[in-house]
C-alpha cells in the first residue's frame, strides 16, 4: 500500500470527476504550466488498497517537464463508484474501463500522444488494456511500475490470502485496526493517516476482494505483450517486496524494453524516490517521440538505471 507524504495538490491540479462511456472515475490532472509546451499525456493507475493520490508526488515535476499528468481511482477505490456485482471488478471489465478513460482524454485534449502507467496491479490491469485494445493501438507507450510478469512472489501471496480469509467476517474498520498492527514504517502525519483509513473504508469490499485474488491467480502474459510493437518501460525500486527485482528485470528482458531500478524505495517508487521516479519516465517518453518504436525482435532497449540525486 502506497502512503503519499502529503495530501497537498500541486500547483496546476485539479480533482474532478472524469465522465466515460462506462460511468465516471474520480481523478487527479495536472496540466504543464502555460510556458511549458504540452509533449504528452500520462494516465496513472494506482495498485492494490490504493488511490490516485499515490501518484501525487510525481504530478508536479511530470507536468514541469510537458506531461498533462491525471492520475485516477479505479472502479470501487476509493472515490470512484464501486459496481453493483462481483462481476464488473474482474479483469477484463477494469481493463474496458481503462479503454474508455483513454477515449475520454482523447476527446478533450490536444493531439499529443497518451501513455499508459499501472503501479502494482495497475501494471496488470494496463498491460490488460493494451492486449485488449483494438488496433490501432491509442497508446504511446506502456510503463510498469512495481508490476510483476504474474502472481505475486509466495510471502506476498500468503499476506493477501489472510486478508481474503478475513474481509467477509471482520468489520473493515476492526481490520484496519489489525493491519495497523502489522505496520512497520514511520507513522505518518495526522491528515496522511486520517486519509489512509478513510481510504481503506471508501474502498468496496468486493474490489478488494477481485483484486486480491487477481494478484495471487495473475498469469505470466508476457509473451502476449513481447509481440506488440509499443514502447514498453519496466520500473521498480530497489527493494520490491512484492515481485523480487530479478523477476523484473527478467521480464523487460522477455519483453526487450527499457528498465529502471530506483533506489531508496522499495514498492512504491512513486512516493518513495519520485524525483529520481520522474526522471525515468520521463527520459523513457522523451525517447518515444524520438525514435520510432521497435517490434518486439529489435533492438534491445537501453537500460535507464536510475539513483538517488
Known sequence: MSRPPSLALPSGTRAHSMETSRGSFAALDCTPPDDVPHRGTVLMLPGFIGSKEDFLPLLAPLAAAGMRAIAVDGRGQHESPGARSRKAYEQSELAADVAALGEAISHVTTPVPLHLLGHSMGGHIARAAVLDTALPCP???????????????????????LLLQLLPVLEKEQLWQEM????????PT?????????????????????AGRQLIAEPDRVNELAHLSLPLLVVCGQEDYAWPVPW??????????HHAVISGSSHSPNVDNPAATAQALIRFWQRTYRTPAQPSGGTSRQNLLSSRP
Open 190 to 210: 495526522d491528515d496522511v493517516a486520517d486519509f489512509l483509513r478513510q481510504r481503506w473504508l471508501n474502498t468496496d469490499p468486493d474490489q478488494l476482494m477481485a
Open 180 to 187: 495497523q498492527k502489522l505496520e512497520t514504517r514511520e507513522p
Open 248 to 257: 523484473q528485470l527478467d521480464m523487460a528482458t522477455r519483453l526487450r524494453a
Open 139 to 161: 497508446w504511446a507507450s506502456l510503463t510498469l511500475m512495481s508490476s510483476g510478469p504474474a502472481a505475486v512472489q509466495p510471502a506476498q501471496r500468503k499476506r493477501i490470502e
